[in-house]
C-alpha cells in the first residue's frame, strides 16, 4: 500500500502562523541570558495578581470537567458589561471565538473581508473552511472601512474588523464604524475584534456593545484577557453578541475548550481592575516614552492605541530585527504583515524600553 494521506484541501493554501519568538529559544541560540521579549503584545507587568490567586485556589479541583457552559465566568463577564449572560460566549482565547466564527458561518465558496495588514489568524480558518479572502489595502495605516464595504458581496459572509488594528495600533472612529454599519447587508456578520479595548486612548473609540444592546443580529464584539489582564497563557477570550450570533458559534465549539483554571483566573482577572489601571497607566506612559525616543532617533512610528508600536526601519527592518535578537530583545518583523521596512515593537517596563531603545540606536548605526 503506497496511497498518501489525503489532508483537508483547504489547508493546501495555508501557512501556520508564526508567533514572536519564545525567550527560551533565543537564550538558547544565542547563550544569552536576560532576554526580554518585546514581540508578542503581552503584558509587561505580569498576570493580574487576583487571576493568579483564583488559579492556585482551583488547582485542588483538576480532577473535573470545567463546565462546559462556563456559567459563573460568563455571568461575571455579563455583570462587567452590563449585558445578559446569553449575549456573551467564551472560547480559547480570542484565536478561538475566531475559529468558531469560521467554522460556524463559512464553507466553499463563501467570501471574507479583511484588510491587508491585519491580524493573521482570520486568514488561516478562512482559508481552513475553503472560504475566498478579499482583502482590501490599508489607507494610510488605518483600515479603509469604505473599500472593506465596497468589497461585501453577495456571498460574503463575515468581516473582521480588527479595531485597534495588530500591527499598525490605528483606530477606526465611531463615525466610519456608524456609516460602514448603515451600509452593511443584514445577512453579512460584522467581527469587531477588540484585543486591546482596554488599551484605547480615544474619545472617537466607537461603542460597539450597543449594536448588541439594540440586539442587532450580524454584530460580534470579541475581547481578550491575554493583553490587558495579562493572561496569554491559559488562552481565555470572549464573544458578545445576540443569541441568534452566538447560537452558531456554541453548536461548533469544543466541549471544553475554556479549561477550570483559565474560567477562574477570568473571574479573578474582572475582580482586579486595580492591575488593569496599572496596565492602562504603564502603556500611556511608556507609549509617550517610546514616541520621543523615536524621534530623537529620527524614526516615523505610527500614533498607536495598543500596548504596541509600529515603527519604520526602511530596507535594514531584517537585519536590525536580528542584530536586536542578538542583543536578546526580541521583536517582531512585519514582513509577514506585507510591512517588510517595519518593526512591530511591544511596550516593556521603562527598564526594559531603555535597553531596546539603546540596543536599537546601535543597530541603526
Ligand atoms: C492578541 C490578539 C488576539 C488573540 O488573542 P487571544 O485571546 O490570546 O487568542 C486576537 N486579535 C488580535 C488583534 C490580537 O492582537
Not at 71 to 95: I, K, M, Q, W
Request: hydrophobic fraction near 40%; glycine fraction near 10%.
Amino acid at each position: 500500500m503506497s496511497e498518501d494521506l489525503k489532508q483537508q484541501p483547504g489547508l493546501d493554501a495555508l501557512k501556520p502562523y508564526v508567533p514572536g519568538t519564545p525567550i527560551e529559544e533565543v537564550q538558547r541560540e544565542y547563550g544569552l541570558e536576560g532576554v526580554i521579549k518585546l514581540a508578542s503584545n503581552e503584558n509587561p507587568l505580569g498576570p493580574a495578581p487576583r487571576a493568579v490567586e483564583a488559579i492556585q485556589d482551583e488547582l485542588k479541583n483538576l480532577n473535573l470537567y470545567p463546565d462546559g457552559q462556563s456559567y459563573r465566568l460568563r455571568h461575571a463577564l455579563a455583570h462587567h458589561l452590563g449585558l445578559e449572560p446569553d449575549s456573551v460566549t467564551v472560547g480559547s482565547g480570542a484565536d478561538g471565538i475566531i475559529m468558531q466564527v469560521c467554522m460556524a458561518y463559512l464553507d466553499e465558496g463563501s467570501e471574507v473581508v479583511v484588510s491587508e495588514s491585519s491580524f493573521p489568524v482570520y486568514d488561516i480558518y478562512t482559508r481552513v473552511m475553503r472560504a475566498r479572502l478579499m482583502k482590501t489595502p490599508l489607507k494610510g495605516y488605518g483600515l479603509d472601512l469604505k473599500a472593506m464595504a465596497g468589497s461585501v458581496t453577495s456571498r460574503t459572509r463575515v468581516v473582521f474588523v480588527c479595531n485597534p488594528n495588530n500591527p499598525t495600533g490605528t483606530i477606526v472612529t465611531e463615525g466610519e464604524v456608524n456609516a460602514f454599519m448603515d451600509s452593511m447587508p443584514d445577512d453579512v456578520l460584522v467581527v469587531f475584534d477588540e484585543a486591546y479595548y482596554e488599551l484605547v486612548d480615544s474619545d472617537d473609540f466607537p461603542d460597539t456593545l450597543s449594536y448588541v444592546r439594540q440586539g442587532c443580529r450580524n454584530v460580534l464584539v470579541m475581547r481578550t484577557f491575554s493583553k490587558a489582564y495579562g493572561l496569554a497563557g491559559v488562552r481565555l477570550g470572549y464573544g458578545i453578541g445576540v443569541p441568534d450570533v452566538l447560537g452558531p458559534l456554541n453548536r461548533v465549539k469544543e466541549p471544553f475548550a475554556v479549561n477550570l483554571l483559565a474560567q477562574a483566573a477570568g473571574i479573578g482577572a474582572l475582580e482586579d481592575q486595580d492591575f488593569l489601571q496599572r496596565t492602562v497607566e504603564l502603556t500611556r506612559v511608556e507609549r509617550r516614552y517610546l514616541y520621543g525616543e523615536f524621534q530623537d532617533l529620527g524614526l516615523e512610528y505610527v500614533p498607536s492605541h495598543t500596548n504596541f508600536v509600529l515603527v519604520k526601519i526602511g530596507p535594514r527592518a531584517g537585519e536590525v530585527q536580528t542584530r536586536l535578537k542578538r542583543e536578546g530583545i526580541i521583536v517582531r518583523p512585519c514582513g509577514g504583515y506585507n510591512l517588510p521596512h517595519f518593526l512591530r515593537i511591544t511596550m516593556g517596563k521603562r527598564a526594559q524600553n531603555r535597553r531596546l531603545i539603546s540596543a536599537l540606536q546601535a543597530a541603526l548605526n
